[in-house]
């Protein structure tokens, strides 16, 4: 792809999603089936066979796939479950030894950095099962060690995960978006017994996330654990498809009957984000003024972890910005004050990430204004790999910043310092703008 066009995957959750949706649907936007079978063969997981083919439904071509345990591995599976398990299931599962060994966060880590398969897919597949430990940790009222998965430690969840992990790797997707999730309604029985849909874990991961639920009047679970905690990992913002170019569509099936197509549907595409070398004329058209939120609140008895995860969650839900500022309270106590800016739409759900993650009790709101130049998300090429820059310009004077997420991505990567991959940027960048090697 050439390096001015960044690949966009757009997960189109019409009937819900489901780990083996995922996957089918990945598969089906044409990649080698073998070459993923041998990257899957790198993580060590024995015990299993895939059926990876082509199927219809309702008169739609897309890909099903099916993780059958074998004798053994499905004896221990069923021994423990009393019946056979599908990725929203809520069984115990054992590792490839076929002990009696239950699996934790850290064991599926170890599993997972001690395999062959490529960083990236590592980083993904850890960070889908961390998201997944920690709603299962909330629902349970555990830590999130003392966790001991259930539908996600079995062989066929671990498949599902890391192989989509896998998939978007091999994909060389730049961004992903998700459309509001359709989900069922009902019960399902389990091995906690008699669970309402969505299942606690799911609406836990719901929880400041960004992504819609949609319910249907379809009396099943539509939105299994393992495919949400996928969703909510890999997506950067939920609704309508964006702006691209279609290149291929992906359907990935799943196994129950509900009357309609049940699907993932995956569309990829591409997008132009090569900036204009252009001088503007009239400043107004550099700069956008909008009116925005100011969420504040004063913390003195949260520890630096929760303040820190709590700026991640809220970044991830959309927070334009946000800062800690250390303060004096009441009684001489040490504090910081929390500061949001968020767009007016997002308030309700900022705050209530805000009273969920702090021991805050209280939230002054402040409406006020801000003036922003306008952005410009291109990429540029270097010879370590793509980084995403973003380009302004004002009064004439263009400016661009690397994201340094991309950029500390190819200093690990390529071993080599923060500073250099940051030169190599500004080469690339400026020496296609002024036609030559700067």
């Known amino acids: 792809m050439p390096y001015n066009m960044e690949r966009i995957l757009y ?161 060389k997707a730049d961004r ?73 569509v992906g359907y990935g099936f799943g196994k129950t009957e509900t009357g309609s197509l049940n699907a993932l549907r995956v569309i990829m595409g591409s997008k132009n984000v090569e900036a204009a070398f252009v001088k503007a004329d009239d400043m107004s058209q550099e700069k956008t003024r909008e009116k925005v939120t100011l969420l504040e609140t004063n913390i003195d008895d949260s520890t630096g972890e929760i303040l820190g995860y709590t700026m991640e969650k809220l970044m991830k839900a959309g927070a334009l910005d946000l800062w800690y500022t250390p303060i004096q309270m009441k009684k001489n106590r040490p504090a910081c004050m929390l500061s949001v800016l968020c767009r007016v739409n997002d308030m309700e759900n900022i705050s209530n990430i805000i009273f969920n993650e702090t021991s805050t009790i209280g939230i002054r709101i402040r409406e006020t204004e801000r003036i922003a130049l306008k952005r410009e998300i291109i990429i540029v090429k270097t010879d370590m790999g793509k980084v995403r820059v973003k380009s302004v310009t004002v009064q004439g004077l263009e400016k661009i910043q690397p994201e340094y997420e991309d950029c500390a991505r190819l200093a690990e990567e390529n071993n080599i310092s923060l500073n250099k991959v940051y030169e190599a940027v500004n080469r690339s960048y400026y020496g296609k703008k002024f036609g030559k090697n700067i």
């Open 11 to 171: 997960f189109d959750c019409f009937a819900g999603i489901s780990g083996d949706m995922c996957l089918g649907a990945l598969i089906d936007l044409g990649l080698d089936k073998s070459a993923l079978m041998s990257e899957l063969n790198k993580l060590g997981v024995k015990g299993y066979d895939i059926e990876i083919k082509r199927n219809n439904m309702f008169s739609i071509s897309g890909t099903d796939v099916k993780v059958t345990l074998n004798e053994i591995e499905d004896r221990v599976h069923k021994n423990h479950e009393g019946h056979d398990q599908e990725t929203h299931s809520h069984g115990n599962e054992h590792n490839h030894q076929y002990d009696d060994k239950e699996r934790s966060l850290a064991d599926i880590r170890h599993m997972i950095q001690a395999s062959g398969i490529s960083k990236k897919a590592k980083d993904l597949s850890i960070a889908i099962f961390t998201e997944i430990a920690q709603a299962e940790a909330a629902v349970h009222g555990k830590s999130i060690e003392e966790v001991h998965f259930h539908e996600v430690g079995a062989v066929d969840s671990i498949v599902d995960i890391v192989g989509t992990a896998i998939c978007i790797d091999m994909l």
């Open 176 to 248: 992903i978006f998700c459309s509001p999730v359709h989900e069922g309604q009902g019960f399902i029985h389990c091995r906690h017994g008699r669970l309402p849909v969505p299942v606690p874990a799911v609406i836990k991961m719901l929880e400041g996330s960004g992504i819609s639920i949609v319910t249907e009047d379809i009396e099943a679970e539509l939105v299994t654990p393992t495919g949400f905690g996928i969703l909510k990992t890999v997506s950067e913002s939920s609704g309508k498809m964006p702006e691209m170019l279609v290149e291929r």
